[in-house]
């Protein structure tokens, strides 16, 4: 289920789907602080607002790669 990034944030360093007012991304979500500020980033050489985020699923089960 999506979560909003108003609602909370994921990880550090952590893979997740995110989602902004016009398109969906796979990305690497950065956090932390920065002079006494709370921030959060992706990795995304476009630059958007993120406005909701979701983790990566789990592989199947009959995955035998």
Partial sequence: EWISVDDDLPQED??????????V?????????VQGDYYFDVEIEKNIVVTHWIPLPEPPKDNKK
């Fill in 25 to 33: 991304y796979m990305s690497v979500f950065r956090a932390g602080y």
């Fill in 14 to 23: 952590f893979e997740v789907i995110v989602c902004s007012d016009d398109d």
